[in-house]
């Protein structure tokens, strides 16, 4: 196979792996929160997509042309650390967040999830003012933005939140947010 191709093709791979995942975005109704079952159900597939991404960016970066008199240690940085781990959060996240999503806006239906409030944040960003992070949850969609007033006064770290909106099991796009009745005691 000659040297110049397998660049291309890796590249092509990883452009493809990135249009996957963040294309959905730009057709997503709300805010996409996966469940924490779903999110549980495939670390460890997660994790092994993870590891297979990191290695295809080390083959990317050890392929790609390099002139040592122009390559600074910053550049040798970039190809050796940080293009693995982009590659492997990004596919990370395919598995836990991009699946998902894609089979709430295909088969997805009026549903319902319960969630644990870990803590509130005032970030003050222009995006999510105010955010609420959710326990359990481990990808980089761990936020609810923006809640009303009114509920966001109302919830403590440990309180539980009902979301509702279009999605299926593994994940939902936010709608609707209110606090969960108090589970009554004997």
Known sequence: MKRGLTPFKIGLSGFLLFSFLFLPYGFAPHQF?????????????????????????????????????????????VSVVLAPIAFAAFSHMFVT?????????????????????ASLEH??????????RLAGMRTLNDKLCDLPPDIQQQLRSGSEIVITGRGTHMGLFVENARLAEPAARP
């Open 33 to 77: 929160l996966p469940s924490a079952a779903y999110v549980e159900s495939v670390k460890y597939y997660a994790l092994l997509t993870a590891a297979i991404s990191a290695m295809l960016g080390i083959a990317l970066m050890a392929h790609l042309p390099r002139n040592p008199k122009m390559e600074t240690s910053l550049q040798r940085l």
């Open 97 to 117: 967040t991009t699946i998902p999503l894609y089979v709430a806006l295909l088969w997805g239906e009026e549903t319902s999830m319960t969630f644990a409030v």
């Open 123 to 132: 970030t003050g960003a222009k995006s999510c003012k105010t955010s609420v």
